[in-house]
């Protein structure tokens, strides 16, 4: 006999009316911190089926959800209780926010009788979310709870992707409704009119130096399989914006590098010779635009072709030849079709990747016996083209930058907001949804003391992320800017750190210190050979703070 609960027939309280709207979206995983406003839900989400991961903290739980959102293009799920519990949590939305990357964030709420009298952990979260989310919404009526669940779905990916917040009154919770469950939620492809696709064939046809910038969300193996062969029709150099390294493989003939913290001069000077810019997806904010220094604002010296799937974006900052409301995919189905009517060159592209090698071959030395730059070129050589690398915010990160070459689709999980603490929060994450695969979080000491307690999340579940943690004994980046500003006045950036490796030992992981290049090879493998997550402590100088600062350009330009 057909089980009336799971159809939507009989009576079901709010919480599991929630959870099936959960597994009808194709829900298979959800981060939490547990809290008395919602154990409704837990119970619910106890026989669901769905693989409920309890953090330490709502920040690294969001972060995870995000990363979940990065790598499947669904929205990542998670739950947090009222008050601190949601504005813990706030780290992660921001990320989404800033990052395009589709996530729902549950909030427990105090009971509907006790609203507006400011209750334990009581918050008006419309007020809170409203500037960094796409839609926060309370469910006041456990009979919406399908068209809103739905909605959030819809609103988390369609258009430019990014997050939403729904606040769960406790009391709401257990009301017994009867109500249909709503269908699976797909996002609308949209695609450009014809008209438009002519006139970019048209500029494609007369430009002698046009160059791609990928960015942004939305994006799916199948757009970038796509985007590859719209590249190589055309002999387009691509290169992409901060942090979406994962977009196009680095090891590509065509592939001419990314706009990151000290972006490689050749490619700076290759775009602003260009005379037509195809960017496709991307914002182009702060970061990938160098301080907003590579383009003339509002209208650039090259012919543009700005292509965002939400239009408000287009002549935000940059007024374009050409604007085109399309998302990834639905650019790329409107784009099979264009052909060159000559075979092109393809010296411009080969000259573009040629500058992209030369920046990116041979690590240049850091002061100390362990030289970051060879352990990235290492793990480059390592690891295969479905391995993650996650990291955060620091100076580290412009190692990998530069010298890591990301070949498999979103393989780099890194916040474009700069946010501290995200990579491992995301290399669990990645871990844990492709087991199969190895997941490198690279942190800072600064970075990864942020949510460093995720690590018995790691241990709690069993999911075997390997972190390579960077240790200089201070807020690297905070550092050098410091330095610049106020130099020989150091203050509030020194940090006393613990034995990390002792650390992951405590927590029930794998520990070991690294001290010198030549060691790192054979703990890395001792720390995925333990099957645990692990951490390898590994000591930097302090004086490597010179050769980051080199590699980011922070001495010219102050950069968040």
């Excluded at 796509?226 to 977009?247: K, Q």
């Excluded at 054979?522 to 720390?527: D, G």
Aim: proline fraction near 7%; aromatic fraction near 8%; include cysteine.
């Amino acid at each position: 006999m057909k089980d009336e609960t799971a159809t939507g027939l009989g009576a079901r309280s709010g919480a599991r009316v929630l959870v099936d709207q959960l597994i009808a979206q194709g829900v298979a995983r959800t981060t939490c911190v547990p809290g008395e406003s919602y154990l409704s839900v837990l119970d619910a989400l106890l026989d669901s089926g769905i693989d409920v991961m309890t953090c330490r903290q709502e920040g690294g739980a969001a972060m995870m959800a995000e990363a979940y959102g990065k790598m499947t293009g669904r929205p990542g799920i998670c739950f947090v209780t009222r008050g601190p519990g949601a504005t813990n949590a706030s780290a992660g939305v921001h990320v989404a926010m800033q990052d395009s990357t589709p996530l729902i964030l549950f909030v427990g709420q105090v009971a509907r009788e006790m609203k507006e009298r400011e209750a334990f952990q009581e918050l008006d979260y419309k007020a809170v979310f409203g500037t960094m989310t796409k839609w926060t919404v309370e469910i006041d009526d456990a009979a919406r709870i399908p068209e809103i669940v739905a909605r959030a779905f819809r609103t988390a990916m369609q258009g430019r992707p990014g997050p939403v917040v729904i606040a769960l009154p406790e009391d709401m919770l257990d009301d017994m409704v009867s109500v249909p469950d709503a269908p699976r939620v797909e996002a609308p492809q949209i695609a450009p009119v014809a008209q438009d696709i002519a006139r970019l064939e048209e500029l494609l046809q007369q430009a002698q130096r046009p160059i791609v910038i990928l960015g942004g969300g939305g994006w799916s193996p199948e757009a970038r399989e796509s985007m590859i062969n719209f590249a190589e029709r055309w002999a387009l150099p691509v290169a992409v914006s901060f942090r979406r390294t994962g977009l196009f493989p680095a090891d590509h003939d065509l592939y001419a590098g990314d706009l990151s913290l000290g972006p490689n001069p050749a490619l700076t000077e290759a775009i602003r010779n260009s005379d037509l810019v195809l960017m496709l997806g991307t914002r182009l904010s702060e970061i990938a635009s160098n301080g907003y220094t590579l383009f003339d604002i509002p209208t650039p010296g090259q012919q543009i072709v700005h292509v965002h799937a939400d239009p408000e974006e287009l002549g935000r900052v940059y007024q374009p030849t050409l604007g085109l409301t399309a998302t990834p995919m639905g650019l790329m189905l409107a784009l099979e079709g264009l052909t060159p009517s000559a075979l092109p060159s393809g010296d411009w592209a080969a000259a573009c990747r040629k500058g992209y090698r030369i920046w990116s071959e041979a690590p240049q030395p850091n002061p100390g016996p362990l030289q970051m730059g060879e352990i990235i070129c290492w793990l480059r050589d390592r690891l295969s083209a479905r391995d993650y690398i996650t990291n955060g915010a620091g100076n580290f990160a412009t190692w990998i930058n530069r010298y890591y070459r990301f070949r498999g689709y979103q393989t780099l999980l890194a916040p474009t907001c700069g946010s501290m603490g995200y990579g491992l929060p995301a290399g669990i994450m990645a871990k844990r949804t492709y087991p199969e695969r190895i997941a490198v979080t690279v942190a800072g000491d600064g970075d990864f003391m942020m949510t460093g307690q995720e690590f018995a999340t790691a241990v709690h579940h069993g999911i075997p992320v390997v972190v390579v943690l960077v240790d200089n004994g201070m807020y690297g980046t905070i550092r050098a800017h410091q330095e610049r500003e106020f130099p020989a006045r150091v203050s509030a950036t020194d940090l006393t750190n613990p034995d990390f490796a002792a650390l992951a030992v405590a927590y029930g992981g794998y520990g070991e210190r690294v001290e010198r290049t030549a060691d790192f090879a054979a703990a890395f493998e001792r720390a995925v050979e333990s099957g645990k997550p692990a951490i390898l402590h590994c000591l930097l100088e302090k004086e490597a703070i010179s050769a980051s600062r080199t590699l980011t350009g922070i001495r010219d330009r102050t950069f968040p």
